[in-house]
């Protein structure tokens, strides 16, 4: 199967039901009155995470998504049926962004975690909620709020405690199938991995008890100018961000690269690390000089662990042809991991009450909202305006007659009489428009 780690998918939630404007009319009840039933809510939209799942393909061949809206109310007093919540299954690793906006509405990375995307519309009222002691039969009835709708933009981050970096034809693909059960391409010449490969490697005996494991992602590799997305660039990049310890390969022959000395390759691919981000940068590593079994890196091993070592950088030499250092590598590797996630769990443990500190959210007053100047007239933002009006029917005289008070006791048509509105200029509240004089 392709490996798909982006996706844009559009989604909406399904429309409240409306009211019911029904009056009870019986034979021995001539007066009955209002007896209308409120919608149903619309069902929602989620996104949860599969262990199962570990591509975005489902989302490459279908883009739209709806849940169901709910049923309208009836005579009475009956509530319309609710709507049927969507859930849409996602790999752990997505980032969930609004596509208009670009803002970040999740970071899916634990099994099960489920996120709400689209919220379904209010159910309208109906019209036994409008009767009062002098409109005792009223016909208004709420229209059912909208679904949110709008565009995701979906993006896999791998999660591995391990991620193999280094030069195309590193032999990163050759490590991870030694060390690992993974079977991924491998091929004598550059970006034989253009897809990222995982696989679990385990230290110790399981039988004894004394096991550990860690799962290591084989990522495409790198070349110089992959910050600015040069080559595989970023695709590589991205997928990197969530590991915890870096195993950077360093070819130790690179017939391919004579001019470039070991060492230099390995600089090269910290400053492209650097470069897409410090945080990245600043992840631990472990060099693996590889490809022993040639003669080549015989030769310019010496030379390049006398570096490490100057540089305070730990560096073992490997060759997955014939095992040489393999034991040595996962030993370390796993070491190392055990020691981050020890730091890991102590941080978190000092870590203050969520709350205590940092900047305190205030989110904006529902009764918030702007007007401004568009073309062709005015427009009118703010949650609760936008939902007044769409839940409004503008063909029932009573209804629109309490949409104007409503507004004007909430101060729109002030702000709209500031800002120039004139009779006949159109106003827009989310989808819906009115025209200034006919409908104020």
């Known amino acids: 199967m392709q490996f798909f780690d982006r996706a844009k998918i559009f989604v909406q939630a399904g429309n409240g039901g409306n ?88 970071d899916l990375t634990e099994p099960g975690q489920r996120v709400l995307v689209a919220r379904g519309g209010r159910g309208g009222l109906g019209n036994t909620h409008f009767a009062t002691a002098t409109n005792q039969a009223p016909r208004e009835a ?10 995701l933009t979906l993006e896999l981050k791998l999660i591995a405690d ?39 490697a385990v230290v110790g005996d399981p039988s004894r008890g004394d096991d550990y494991s860690f799962v290591i992602a084989d990522i495409p590799g790198l070349i110089e100018g992959a910050a600015q997305g040069v080559g595989l660039g970023h695709e590589f990049l ?25 060492w230099e390759e390995y600089e090269a691919i910290n400053r492209e690390l650097a470069e897409y981000s ?15 079994d040639l003669a080549e890196a015989r030769d310019r091993w010496p030379a390049f662990q006398a570096r490490a070592e100057a ?14 250092g393999l034991s ?26 969520i709350g205590a500190t940092g900047p305190v959210l205030r989110p904006e007053p529902e009764d918030a909202f702007t007007v401004e100047k568009v073309e062709g007239g005015y427009r009118v933002r703010g949650a609760r305006i936008e939902r007044l009006v769409a839940m409004t029917d503008p063909d029932n005289t009573e209804g629109m007659e309490r949409l104007e008070n409503q507004l004007r006791r909430l101060g729109v048509l002030a702000e709209l009489e500031a800002a120039g509105v004139q009779p006949g200029d159109m106003v827009y509240f989310g989808k819906f428009e009115l025209l200034w004089g006919e409908a104020f």
């Open 278 to 292: 410090p945080a990245l940068a600043s992840l631990p590593q472990i060099i693996v000089f590889t490809k022993m």
């Open 162 to 200: 391990v991620g193999l970096i280094g030069y195309p034809n590193a032999g990163k693909s050759t490590l991870l199938s030694v060390v690992t059960q993974a079977r991924p391409k491998i091929g004598a010449y550059p970006f034989t991995t253009l897809t990222p490969n995982l696989g679990v």
């Open 311 to 324: 540089e305070g950088v730990p560096a073992v030499a490997i060759s997955s042809a014939t095992h040489e």
């Open 142 to 151: 709420q229209r059912g709020e909208p679904g949110v709708e709008l565009w």
């Open 328 to 353: 040595d590598l996962l030993n370390m590797t796993a070491q190392r991991l055990i020691e981050i996630r020890s730091d890991e769990a102590e941080r978190q443990r000092q870590q203050p009450t």
């Open 19 to 106: 009211g019911s404007p029904h009056m009870r009319h019986e034979k021995f009840a001539p007066f009955g009155g209002p007896d209308g039933g409120d919608g149903g809510r619309g069902g929602s939209v989620y996104l949860e995470t599969d262990p199962s799942m570990n591509t975005l393909v489902d989302y490459h061949y279908r883009t739209h998504y709806k849940a169901t809206s709910g049923q309208p109310g009836g005579k009475q007093r009956m509530h319309g049926a609710t709507g049927d919540d969507l859930i849409l299954k996602v790999p752990a690793g997505t980032v969930v962004r609004n596509t208009e906006t670009d803002e970040l509405i999740a």
């Open 238 to 262: 991205r997928h990197v961000e969530r590991t915890r310890l870096l195993l950077h390969l360093v070819d130790g022959a690179s017939l391919d690269r004579p001019e470039q000395d070991s």
